[in-house]
């Protein structure tokens, strides 16, 4: 029915107009949502406005602590919380996601190696998501023995995960 409409409407030519500036309107207002939170991210990563979360992970057999699960957090200028599903996306689409690896692996090792030492069990994983595309470069793997080399974290302790944006947008 809805088909028909546009049909009818259209006979008048104001009707496919209108519908037409509708979805512009949309496809608009969607690009500078994007750009916004673009800009957000750039912001965040300038003004240090992003952060990490150690989420505890259990066995559950055991009920034994075997890790964490480190988590991404941004606020935005105002303190609200902004989520990895709104910021993971635009990052892998403008490449900010490089940037962003870059700062949660270094944030990470440093701030995992801290928490490692707070540990009774030393036999503890810090799991860290990486973009598949940040995994795929050539010097990855150099990038990670370079955030090492700041601590003395041991890398038996660090497990690389691959962010789920499939998932989150």
Known sequence: QGINSIEVDSNSGKGIKE??????DIMQEDLENK????????????KD????AFQPQYDA????LHGFEVLLR???ENGKKISPAQIIPIAERSN???DIDNWVLSHAIIEGSR???QCADKDITISINISARHILERNFVEKIKNCLALTDFDPRHIEIEITESLYLG
């Open 115 to 117: 928490l490692l030492e």
């Open 19 to 24: 519908t037409l500036k509708f979805v512009q």
């Open 61 to 64: 057999k055991t009920k034994k």
């Open 49 to 52: 406005r992003f952060y990490l």
């Open 74 to 76: 941004l606020t935005d």
């Open 35 to 46: 750009l916004a939170m673009e800009s957000v991210i750039r912001d965040g990563l300038s």
């Open 96 to 98: 900010l996601i490089f």
